[in-house]
């Protein structure tokens, strides 16, 4: 199994201004998930982000916004830039284990933009 | 400590079969939300449920959230090959929180 430490946990961040959330692994793992739930919505993935390349965004998400590091196989961060309120959203990291039969998730980020 | 309870952590049944995972928190939820991850994708949403007693259900997978709204199911069945992968839980708690659960690996052998 593994284990996903993210932070930060909960966040009130100015207008403008970018919030970096980190999600380190206790193991490695190949496939990371980066997700946003807005209120009153369901998660939606952002991008899946892959160690030594370019993370994959889906529709709807660009990297200027949502830029993403992968450094290794146990960490990613997820930068988000530029907020506005509309930001606010819950932000959850997952990856998949060795076999893809796992699965693992963060704690989650609760961020306000005010 | 682990805000919402998930269980069971994996799962194998037989095709065919009828199985349940359970999502429990010791505070009463806003509203409760299943996912379910096929291998080597991500998260898709299955449904939301909001009332106490409330019943949805999305092609042979049915969840309910209980009375008191702590408590919701997720039954399976007559399980298929199709329904394998990682289900899991998230609530919308009182004091503008939001947990997930730690997920429910499902393996259905044919």
């Known amino acids: 199994s593994a284990v996903i430490s993210q932070k930060p946990s909960r966040d009130i961040c100015q207008r403008g201004t970018s919030l970096t959330i980190q999600c380190q692994v206790d193991s490695q793992v190949t496939m990371m998930f980066w997700y946003r739930q807005q209120p009153g919505q369901s998660l939606t993935l952002i991008a899946t982000a892959n160690q030594g390349s370019e993370a994959t965004y889906e529709s709807g998400f660009v990297i200027d916004k949502f830029p993403i590091s992968r450094p290794n196989l146990?960490?990613?961060?997820?930068?988000?830039?530029n907020m506005s309120p509309e930001d606010s959203s819950i932000y959850l990291c997952s990856v998949s284990g060795r076999m893809n039969t796992e699965a693992f998730f963060g704690q989650g980020t609760r961020l306000t933009v005010v | 400590s682990q805000e919402l309870?998930?269980?069971?952590?994996?799962?194998?049944?037989?095709?065919?079969?009828?199985?349940t995972i359970n999502c429990t928190s010791s505070k009463t939820l806003y509203?409760?939300?299943?996912?379910?991850?096929?291998?080597?994708?991500?998260?898709?949403?299955?449904?939301?449920?909001q009332?106490?007693?409330?019943?949805?259900?999305?092609?042979?997978?049915?969840a309910k959230l209980d009375e008191k709204k702590q408590q919701s199911s997720l039954h399976i069945t007559a399980s298929q090959p199709s329904h394998a992968g990682i289900y899991l839980c998230g609530a919308d708690i009182p004091g503008n929180q939001f947990y997930f659960g730690t997920g429910?690996?499902?393996t259905v052998i044919p």
Do not use: A, D
């Open chain 2, 104 to 106: 429910t690996s499902l």
């Open chain 2, 51 to 62: 009332k106490g007693g409330e019943e949805k259900s999305h092609e042979k997978i049915t």
């Open chain 2, 5 to 19: 309870e998930q269980s069971p952590q994996s799962l194998i049944v037989q095709e065919g079969k009828n199985l």
């Open chain 2, 31 to 49: 509203g409760l939300y299943w996912y379910k991850q096929k291998y080597g994708e991500g998260l898709i949403f299955l449904m939301m449920l």
């Open chain 1, 74 to 81: 146990t960490f990613s961060t997820l930068t988000v830039s």
